[in-house]
């Protein structure tokens, strides 16, 4: 088995599944925007190029005829995915996934609309005026994001009516690609969020790993754990929503499905089609395969008979202090490593901006997720990347 995949987005979620592609003996070709970016420094080849230009996203295709078509991010043409598949190739998930997932109106419609899945009340708006009705329906506070947007970029809570105009300009400006529309949705009142990824594969077993909990900031995820403690019926319910939704967009992946529990039980967020930005604490080797690897199995049809849990964990993420245009300096790694029972990796990416999350700090054991999660916190602490 060797097959030819063309990786559509570079960054350092993409570099670990290029990373466990190669080790079950697989060709891979990176594409991004940018040069340099993290998974074409550990691919086979790589292109350069505006994933939202069809027309290049086509060439790419032609040039390379990818037996795998596999995309790690929105900024894509993702309507074309529909035409690749009729050509021949296989689209991870599918066709039909990836362009529904890349765009939180269609994944919110049919969750809330086609499958009757709990979710907090919503509506969405193309202009300001249409962001101030939003606002009115679902009422103080609320939360509005970009409909095509990742890592929290653009998404704010309106709390007050001088939010609005402030909210609907952040949103816009993070947005990604060319769609200028965004949610607004309910503020859920809710004790902790989750993310379930979910395992989808050719053999139609659907498999979960252990709920990863997560804390966010500016819409980003800055700490993960492994396992979130959480009710048995809640985790029930999330698996089911989990599994309903995932059946209904098709295809083999792991897929990131995210939750709010709240005394009025799991409410269904977003899903991401792809390996997911706080599972990177699998990376401490909590179970048997981390997200990457089980995303690469499933990719290739290779069966996982179970996810089990070896390990609590917790991940921290390190970001950027400042902005610069060639590779940035890293200090610290000799007193991170001093650290028992912690890891850490480095992503390689070719610039910094300030936030912009650079590497990530690993820690392990049979210690509570609080203790792993501060312990992180102090790995990440250590290191600098300017």
């Not at 919503?122 to 939360?143: N, Q």
Request: charged share 25%; glycine share 6%.
């Amino acid at each position: 088995m060797r097959n030819k995949i063309l990786l559509l987005g570079s960054g350092e979620l993409g570099k670990e599944v290029v990373i466990a592609l190669q080790r079950l003996g697989q060709y891979v070709i990176a594409v991004d925007s940018y040069a340099n970016a993290p998974a074409m420094q550990v691919a086979h080849d790589f292109e350069v190029i505006n994933m939202l230009d069809g027309d290049a996203l086509d060439e790419v295709v032609k040039k390379h005829k990818p037996d795998i078509i596999v995309p790690e991010v929105e900024s894509i043409r993702t309507e074309r995915f529909y035409d690749y598949e009729m050509q021949g190739f296989k689209v991870v998930p599918s066709a039909r996934a990836a362009n529904f997932t890349m765009n939180r109106r269609a994944i919110r419609d049919l969750a809330a609309i086609d499958l009757k899945i709990k979710t907090a009340k919503y509506k969405y708006a193309k202009s300001y005026e249409e962001l101030k009705e939003g606002v009115e329906f679902c009422d103080f506070p609320c939360v509005v994001k970009p409909l095509m947007s990742s890592s929290g970029k653009g998404q704010s809570v309106i709390r007050n009516h001088d939010d609005i105009k402030k909210s609907w300009e952040y949103a816009i400006e993070g947005s990604r690609g060319d769609l200028l529309e965004v949610i607004v949705e309910e503020f859920i009142e809710f004790d902790y969020e989750i993310t379930l990824l979910t395992l989808t594969q050719d053999n139609n077993e659907t498999l979960f790993c252990p709920p990863i909990g997560h804390r966010q900031e500016r819409g980003d995820y800055q700490e993960s754990w492994q396992p979130m403690t959480m009710q048995e019926s809640h985790l029930l319910d999330a698996q089911n929503m989990a599994r309903k939704v995932t059946s209904a967009l098709g295809g083999s992946g792991i897929w990131g499905v995210e939750f709010f529990i709240g005394k009025d039980g799991v409410y269904f967020s977003e899903l991401s089609p792809r390996p997911h930005d706080t599972g990177m604490v699998t990376l401490a080797n909590t179970q048997n395969y981390n997200e990457f690897e089980l995303h690469a199995r499933a990719i290739l049809g290779i069966p996982v008979p179970e996810i089990k849990l070896l390990k609590n964990g917790a991940s921290a993420v390190v970001l950027a202090n400042g902005e610069r245009s060639d590779f940035p300096l890293i200090k610290g790694l000799e007193q991170a490593s001093l650290i028992e029972n912690s890891d850490f990796k480095i992503f390689g990416k070719p610039s910094t901006r300030k936030y912009r999350r650079m590497a990530v700090a690993l820690a392990y054991g049979d210690e509570s997720t609080e203790e792993l999660v501060d312990r992180a916190k102090d790995v990440a602490s250590y290191i600098s990347i300017d």
